[in-house]
């Protein structure tokens, strides 16, 4: 994770995306217009004594019809014009600013940024914010706004509560803290807003841009696509974003529906438009189209590397103006590196698909003379990586960048492979070089990718042992348990919840690997009983710690999942015998999830008997319990 400088910048870089990308869809009014300099006349007025106040500008979004604000981590503040037709004083409005600005002043929306939209945080700072809105207050100020404000709100319909909670309760929240905390000059009169105000926020709206190119509107539709030419790079930006998503919405509801055809024509055309926009900065025209990709990929959700768009093209020549990959990526590099995306304010929102677009480039760049001199040049290959990630992963919000990183450095690992021999011996030195930079996580998935392509590379890379023991080593852990209302840190949360994910599907990628040999299996069961005890004897795991604990606890549900799938279902008849095999297998005490089963079993022969010798078959299981001869008579290896 980068640090102190490095987050700020990150931060202010989306920010400042995130705010264009705002005004592209929904307007900015004049800041010379008479409501907007009257509204930040009256936040300087109200908020201009506390620290960081001065520097803050109040946007009017002009075709905003909800009521809604939003702070930014620019450092600005949004008022929709719904909001201020739907206020009626003055009290309301400053409620509604010091609440955005309490935002701000606290860090907020870098927290909630960390926290990946972690619901539990945000919900926690709103409130927070409602709570610092009302009760921050200078003598003289009335905060009775807000309880105006959030009265009024709660009786609106289909209101959202997602984040912010309902509206009746941050009304309950704000009323009570009246009740318990003396607050000076709460009282219930309020001063009326300006009528140049009142009568700017009643008219008529238009629709935003992002309105405009909706699908389901195929005449506007239409009229629009004929204007494309006069947007601003932003607004392209917005729109874009917004078709990719309708187009894979209409893609997989009727992949026949001539609306798709509409959809890829409008995204071929902005696919030419935006390189066009970007040149207007003073970038030369191959380096608009190479930022143009970047932005497909990284900010607009376009997936440049497929061929799934019909006839038509959205790469628009993008990476074809160098001779080869090394060179268009130091191009890229060189770009990223400079202060034209700041300039653009452009920033990377799309992991998924950044990473997809260095992949496809990695594969061409692995195999380039640059890094051939007698051989591969494991070394210099490493370290140009390195670069590569470092500088892609820099767009993205500070949270986002460890896990771009990670994600570029493992997709350069798996392509360089293509370029060593089971007995090349720098083989362990490349793989050690990446290991000691990617997480153990994307290193262990690396392995897995390079098994179906490398398959006579994957034993040398993980010094496994092979067969059902090499799926049960190197087990990994999932990620340490960190508490949900620990909202001081969502930047671990966050991280935390997308190791979960990560971990859950590589368990259950490698439960269908154990499932597949052991169904293939040819041989005695008692084979691979013994092979699984012979594991737990040799790789017993110390629980000393909460780590080797886990690791444990991982390797013991998948010996336990094997097993349960090779003795069958537990039934009075042949619990014996599984109790048998379990002690075979697990030299350490039958697992819990294990023993269980078995007390289940026995409690329902207890309440209704189904053999039909109940005491016999009792004693078979408690002899099958404590007797070590009954064990080694069927399992000799247990000796």
């Known amino acids: 994770m980068v640090s102190g400088a490095g987050n700020d910048q990150a931060n202010s870089l989306v920010g400042q995306f995130a705010e264009k990308q705002h005004e592209a869809r929904y307007g900015k009014l004049d800041p010379e217009h008479q409501v907007s300099v009257w509204v930040n006349e009256f936040f300087q007025q109200n908020f201009g004594k506390k620290d960081g106040a001065e520097d803050i500008e109040v946007i009017i979004n002009d075709n905003w019809k909800q009521v809604n604000a939003l702070a930014s981590l620019s450092g600005n503040i949004s008022l929709s014009r719904g909001l201020l037709d739907f206020i009626e004083s003055e009290e309301e409005l400053r409620f509604v600013l010091g609440h955005e600005f309490k935002h701000l002043q606290e860090g907020h929306l870098a927290r909630i940024n960390a926290a990946g939209g972690e619901i539990g945080v945000a919900r926690y700072l709103e409130y927070r914010a409602d709570q610092g809105s009302l009760l921050d207050v200078e003598e003289g100020e009335n905060p009775y706004g807000g309880i105006i404000f959030l009265k009024k709100l709660s009786h609106q319909k289909n209101e959202s509560a997602t984040v912010h909670g ?6 309950l929240n704000v009323f009570w803290s009246t009740k318990i905390i003396d607050i000076a000059g709460l009282e219930y009169a309020t001063t009326d ?3 140049f105000v009142s009568k700017y926020a009643s008219k008529g709206y238009q629709k935003n841009v992002v309105e405009s190119f909706d699908i389901k509107d195929m005449d506007q539709f239409l009229r629009s696509r004929n204007y494309l030419e006069d947007f601003t790079l932003h607004q392209l930006i917005a729109i874009n974003t917004s078709l990719i998503t309708q187009y894979h919405a209409v893609k997989n509801a009727s992949p026949s529906s001539n609306k798709i055809e509409f959809i890829e024509e409008v995204l071929e055309d902005i696919s030419k438009i935006i390189p066009k926009k ?7 025209n191959s380096d608009s189209k190479l930022l143009s990709g970047i932005i497909q990929a990284a900010t607009c959700a376009v997936d440049i590397t497929a061929d799934n768009y019909g006839e038509h093209d959205l790469t628009n020549g993008f990476f074809d103006e160098f001779d080869n990959p090394v060179e268009t990526m130091d191009r890229i590099i060189s770009i990223i590196d400079s202060d034209k995306l700041s300039e653009l304010s452009i920033a990377g929102t799309k992991i998924d698909l950044t990473v997809k677009l260095v992949e496809s480039l990695a594969a061409d760049i692995s195999e380039d003379d640059y890094f051939i001199d007698e051989s591969f040049n494991s070394t210099r290959y490493f370290e140009y990586s390195e670069r590569v ?5 820099s767009i993205f919000i500070s949270y986002s960048q460890e896990e771009v990183k990670d994600q570029i450095m493992a997709k350069f690992f798996v392509a360089g492979l293509y370029n060593f021999r089971t007995s090349d011996p720098k083989l362990k030195e490349y793989s050690d070089q990446f290991k000691s930079k990617i997480s153990k996580m994307q290193y262990q998935i690396c392995i897995e990718s390079a098994g179906k392509s490398y398959h006579h590379l994957k034993p040398k890379l993980a010094e496994g042992r092979g067969d059902l023991l090499e799926l049960l080593s190197d087990v990994i852990p999932p990620p340490a348990d960190l508490s949900y209302r620990d909202h001081e840190d969502g930047e ?7 190791q979960t994910e990560i971990h859950t599907n590589w368990l259950k990628r490698r439960r269908r690997k154990i499932n597949r040999y052991v169904n293939s299996f040819a041989g005695d069961k008692k084979q691979i009983y013994q092979r699984l005890r012979e594991h737990m004897l040799g790789d017993e795991i110390p629980l000393i710690d909460g780590q080797n604990l886990r690791e444990y606890r991982i390797t013991i549900g998948l010996i336990t999942k094997i097993v349960s799938g090779l003795t069958g279902k537990s039934t009075i008849e042949n619990i014996s015998d599984q109790i048998l095999t379990y002690r075979a297998v697990f030299p350490y005490g ?3 999830s294990l023993a269980g089963n078995i007390d289940d079993v026995i409690e329902r022969e207890s309440n209704k008997p189904k053999s039909k010798n ?7 299981i408690q002899e099958a319990m404590t007797s070590d001869d009954k064990l080694i008579e069927k399992y000799p290896f247990v000796k």
């Open 166 to 171: 309902s509206s009746l309760d941050r009304l």
């Open 193 to 195: 807003l300006p009528g």
């Open 278 to 284: 970007i040149s207007l900065s003073g970038m030369s």
């Open 389 to 393: 990630s470092n500088a892609f992963s």
């Open 492 to 498: 671990k949360r966050s991280l935390h919840r997308k």
């Open 590 to 592: 039958v697992p819990p």
């Open 614 to 620: 109940y005491q016999r078959t009792l004693f078979e």
